[in-house]
């Protein structure tokens, strides 16, 4: 390791009215030589550092060739020093390396480059940390690493990431990630460009944040703020703005894994209807038990071929008469969603890699699964190859099909140097922005048939992601610490710029199905943009393995639940719309408007949601009383008793039955939830009867 390097340091202090003072200033340290390059802003929480030194007298900015880590360090030639920008040029062994930064009070550009930098393959910085500072964003996961591990047993961290690192390359499953992060310091920090990072938050030194960046360059932009939520909504507009979809998607959803096609449904009742039991079962009992649903998806397999996705055709054993089944959904105010994947399969495989439209897969443990399966990836960069697969997504569209969800496209994608993309770049710059590609060609198809009127719901994204889609929290983990990571995402994804998100209700796997993580998920869910309930092992509240199978009390908290969210979609969708004119999530961490409020940052189970609703979800077992903290400058309605106001700026305990989620409203809102407790009963009312799915079935319109 050698040195040319510059101390790279940005001091984010109070500005006190100086009308000749510069934002931006540089000079050299007296003491260690070091050059310093300053920024004063007005409204920052309190100072900050872009490191000047460390323990081992290293610098602050530095890039990598193949054979060194070189940092930046000398007398520069300053080719200029205003009150708001910088720009400085070192010259040293035949390279010319510059340094720019510009801006205003709220928001600096910086850049990073060299001449020539052909031989380069990475750049990094080093940022001061002060001992209390608050980290948080950059991606979905609880811990980095293998999804298992955001839902690992005593797992103390919650949204604060200091004291972790963070590798910013997109992994399966949770996979919403951005190289944004928040500081409590009055700070946010975005890298632009797809090319894969790295950060260590104070875990390698507890005074340090160390950014790395591979590429030749490296930019960002630095915001600055006393108030979070100045720098969310930056940061959100600057990737969005955020895509809306139609009211509708704010409505309840229900899915299953696998949709087998039985002779009988769940109690033994002969099927007579000719489409899908289960999803006949699942709408004549939602339909009986007045449990709304809005949306239903099908999830892979659903088409032919052996892995259930060939040719955009359908399985007709599976799904009988499948054109007939849409429009009898159509009939009750049900639309339908279907799975898909970047890759394609059967026939339309073997003419993607005769035209040359997939790329190789990575290899990883999904490479042999891939290769068995003979699927094609495809190369959304290439506009044919995009354009024909498009033509396939049109069929389904044109059958009534009202958006997808949008599967695998972060675990057989490539990520080394060697492999090119039809744009000419490396699968690895490629590798974080594939997801982007695959939901904007989605995106692109869908609004030409419905504009304005369909959805499209990835689980994996990117910066830019936001613009074409809603999202779903992957595989995440059936046990009480699956919830507790739901819990954590749908605040993360909030703060990176993703506001409109939803996970599995009870979990995608990992164990059997929990009935009481599931009631209080369905609780939680209620408060998420998107409710959609499933997969449940493939079964239904009314369909347990173990006693009692029909479970009278889970079903009536899942009408409960989607009743209320029902309620809720005029409101989500409004909050929905103001998040993409103004980047502000509806899921917001309550330190996000409440950052004076030390209570505001510890306390991740509360949340509100919109302007209005605070509430605070509950994870573990067992659990019969809760206590949360109430911030401060409000009072606050407790909707399950309305008689009971209180006031902000205190920790306040409540009784908290399986059924129950504490919620409050801002007390002066329009907000009126109703009778909670009359609701639940009537639900348990309703649930204690259970349906005859013979009458039922004798009941319908099979046009």
Same mark, same amino acid.
């Given at each position: 390791?050698?040195? %040319?390097?510059?101390?790279?340091?940005?001091?984010?202090?109070?500005l006190?009215?100086?009308?000749?003072?510069?934002?931006?200033?540089?000079?050299?340290?007296?003491?260690?030589?070091?050059?310093?390059?300053?920024?004063?802003?007005?409204?920052?929480?309190?100072?900050?550092?872009?490191?000047?030194?460390?323990?081992?007298?290293?610098?602050?900015?530095f890039?990598?060739?193949?054979?060194?880590?070189?940092?930046?360090?000398?007398?520069?030639?300053?080719k200029?020093?205003?009150?708001?920008?910088?720009?400085?040029?070192?010259?040293?062994?035949?390279?010319?390396?510059?340094?720019?930064?510009?801006?205003?009070?709220?928001?600096?550009?910086?850049?990073?480059?060299?001449y020539?930098?052909?031989?380069?393959?990475?750049?990094?910085?080093?940022l001061?940390?002060?001992?209390?500072?608050?980290?948080?964003?950059?991606?979905?996961?609880?811990?980095?690493?293998?999804?298992?591990?955001?839902?690992?047993?005593?797992?103390?961290?919650?949204?604060?990431?200091?004291?972790?690192?963070?590798?910013?390359?997109?992994?399966?499953t949770?996979?919403?990630?951005?190289?944004?992060?928040?500081?409590?310091?009055?700070?946010?920090?975005?890298?632009?460009?797809t090319?894969?990072?790295?950060?260590?938050?104070c875990?390698?030194?507890?005074?340090?944040v160390?950014?790395?960046?591979e590429g030749p360059?490296?930019?960002?932009?630095?915001?600055?703020?006393?108030?979070?939520?100045?720098?969310?909504?930056?940061?959100?507009?600057?990737?969005?703005?955020?895509?809306?979809?139609?009211?509708?998607?704010?409505?309840?959803?229900?899915?299953?894994?696998?949709?087998?096609?039985?002779?009988v449904?769940?109690?033994?009742?002969?099927?007579?209807?000719?489409?899908?039991?289960?999803?006949?079962?699942?709408?004549?009992?939602?339909?009986?038990?007045?449990?709304?649903?809005?949306?239903?998806?099908?999830?892979?397999?659903?088409?032919?071929?052996?892995?259930?996705?060939?040719?955009?055709?359908?399985?007709?054993?599976?799904?009988?008469?499948?054109?007939?089944?849409?429009?009898?959904?159509?009939?009750?105010? %049900?639309?339908?969603?279907?799975?898909?994947?970047?890759?394609?399969?059967?026939?339309?495989?073997?003419?993607?890699?005769?035209?040359?439209?997939?790329?190789?897969?990575?290899?990883?443990?999904w490479?042999?699964?891939?290769?068995?399966?003979?699927l094609?990836?495809?190369?959304?960069?290439?506009?044919?190859?995009?354009?024909?697969?498009?033509?396939?997504?049109?069929?389904?569209?044109?059958?009534?099909?009202?958006?997808?969800?949008?599967?695998r496209?972060?675990?057989?994608?490539?990520?080394?140097?060697?492999?090119i993309?039809?744009?000419?770049?490396?699968?690895r710059?490629?590798?974080?922005?594939?997801?982007?590609e695959?939901?904007?060609?989605?995106?692109?198809?869908?609004?030409?048939?419905?504009?304005?009127?369909?959805?499209?719901?990835?689980?994996?994204?990117?910066?830019?992601?936001?613009?074409?889609?809603?999202?779903?929290?992957?595989?995440?983990?059936?046990?009480?610490?699956?919830?507790?990571?739901?819990?954590?995402?749908?605040?993360?994804?909030?703060l990176?710029?993703?506001?409109l998100?939803?996970?599995?209700?009870?979990?995608?796997?990992?164990?059997?199905?929990?009935?009481?993580?599931?009631?209080?998920?369905?609780?939680?869910?209620?408060?998420?943009?998107?409710?959609?309930?499933?997969p449940?092992?493939?079964?239904?509240?009314?369909?347990?393995?173990?006693?009692?199978?029909?479970?009278?009390?889970?079903?009536? %908290?899942?009408?409960?639940?989607?009743?209320?969210?029902?309620?809720?979609?005029?409101?989500?969708?409004?909050?929905?719309?103001?998040?993409?004119?103004?980047?502000?999530?509806?899921?917001?961490?309550?330190?996000?408007?409440?950052?004076?409020?030390?209570?505001?940052?510890?306390?991740?189970?509360?949340?509100?949601?919109?302007?209005?609703i605070?509430?605070s979800?509950?994870?573990?077992?067992?659990?019969h009383?809760?206590?949360?903290?109430?911030p401060?400058?409000?009072?606050?309605?407790?909707?399950?008793?309305?008689n009971?106001?209180y006031?902000?700026?205190q920790? %306040?305990?409540?009784e908290?039955?399986?059924?129950?989620?504490?919620?409050?409203?801002?007390?002066?809102?329009?907000?009126?939830?109703?009778?909670?407790?009359?609701?639940?009963?009537?639900?348990?009312?309703?649930?204690?009867?259970?349906?005859?799915?013979s009458?039922?079935?004798?009941?319908?319109?099979?046009?």
């Amino acid at each position: 390791m050698r040195f %040319i390097g510059l101390i790279f340091c940005i001091s984010l202090m109070v500005l006190f009215s100086c009308a000749n003072q510069k934002l931006v200033d540089f000079k050299v340290d007296s003491e260690t030589g070091f050059p310093v390059i300053s920024i004063t802003y007005s409204n920052a929480v309190k100072p900050v550092i872009f490191l000047a030194n460390n323990a081992q007298n290293e610098g602050s900015i530095f890039f990598e060739t193949g054979d060194e880590k070189i940092w930046i360090n000398g007398q520069p030639v300053v080719k200029m020093n205003s009150e708001n920008s910088f720009i400085a040029e070192w010259k040293t062994e035949g390279r010319s390396i510059k340094v720019n930064i510009s801006g205003d009070k709220t928001k600096y550009y910086f850049n990073f480059s060299a001449y020539p930098d052909t031989d380069i393959v990475k750049w990094g910085f080093n940022l001061a940390a002060t001992p209390d500072e608050y980290f948080t964003g950059l991606f979905e996961h609880v811990v980095d690493g293998d999804q298992k591990k955001s839902w690992e047993k005593g797992i103390k961290t919650a949204l604060n990431l200091r004291g972790q690192t963070v590798e910013m390359l997109i992994k399966p499953t949770l996979s919403l990630y951005t190289p944004f992060y928040l500081s409590s310091n009055g700070y946010g920090l975005f890298i632009e460009g797809t090319w894969p990072g790295y950060y260590d938050f104070c875990k390698t030194n507890p005074e340090i944040v160390n950014v790395q960046f591979e590429g030749p360059s490296l930019e960002g932009i630095l915001y600055t703020s006393k108030k979070p939520a100045e720098i969310v909504k930056s940061h959100a507009l600057h990737v969005g703005p955020a895509f809306v979809p139609p009211k509708w998607a704010f409505r309840p959803y229900r899915w299953r894994d696998t949709h087998t096609n039985k002779p009988v449904y769940y109690d033994g009742t002969a099927t007579n209807a000719p489409f899908n039991s289960m999803l006949v079962e699942d709408i004549l009992m939602m339909e009986a038990l007045d449990i709304p649903c809005r949306v239903y998806w099908i999830d892979r397999p659903w088409a032919k071929g052996p892995m259930g996705y060939d040719d955009f055709e359908w399985d007709s054993e599976r799904f009988p008469n499948a054109q007939e089944m849409i429009h009898w959904l159509n009939s009750k105010n %049900i639309d339908l969603l279907l799975w898909i994947a970047p890759w394609v399969d059967g026939e339309m495989s073997s003419f993607a890699r005769q035209e040359g439209y997939d790329v190789p897969f990575a290899v990883n443990r999904w490479t042999n699964w891939a290769q068995e399966n003979a699927l094609s990836l495809i190369d959304f960069t290439n506009p044919e190859a995009k354009k024909w697969w498009q033509q396939g997504i049109a069929k389904m569209l044109k059958q009534g099909i009202k958006g997808f969800k949008l599967d695998r496209s972060e675990e057989i994608v490539p990520e080394t140097h060697d492999i090119i993309f039809a744009n000419g770049k490396t699968a690895r710059e490629m590798r974080n922005a594939y997801p982007v590609e695959y939901v904007r060609a989605t995106n692109e198809i869908c609004s030409t048939i419905y504009p304005d009127d369909f959805v499209i719901f990835p689980r994996a994204g990117y910066s830019g992601s936001s613009r074409y889609g809603v999202f779903w929290g992957g595989d995440i983990g059936s046990p009480a610490e699956g919830l507790r990571c739901a819990i954590i995402a749908a605040q993360r994804s909030s703060l990176i710029g993703f506001p409109l998100w939803g996970s599995d209700i009870g979990g995608y796997w990992h164990g059997d199905m929990d009935r009481e993580v599931t009631a209080r998920w369905l609780a939680f869910g209620c408060f998420t943009p998107i409710f959609e309930f499933g997969p449940t092992e493939d079964r239904a509240p009314w369909d347990m393995r173990s006693e009692p199978n029909y479970d009278a009390q889970l079903i009536a %908290i899942w009408r409960l639940y989607a009743k209320l969210h029902d309620q809720l979609s005029d409101y989500s969708y409004a909050n929905a719309v103001k998040a993409k004119e103004t980047g502000m999530p509806l899921i917001r961490p309550l330190f996000l408007e409440y950052a004076d409020q030390p209570a505001a940052w510890q306390d991740w189970q509360t949340f509100t949601y919109g302007p209005d609703i605070l509430v605070s979800a509950i994870w573990q077992k067992n659990i019969h009383e809760h206590t949360f903290y109430l911030p401060a400058g409000s009072k606050w309605v407790d909707a399950w008793d309305k008689n009971r106001i209180y006031e902000g700026g205190q920790n %306040i305990t409540v009784e908290t039955p399986l059924y129950k989620i504490p919620i409050f409203i801002k007390e002066g809102s329009t907000i009126d939830l109703g009778d909670l407790n009359a609701l639940y009963r009537e639900s348990l009312q309703i649930a204690g009867n259970k349906p005859d799915l013979s009458s039922l079935e004798k009941m319908q319109n099979w046009k």
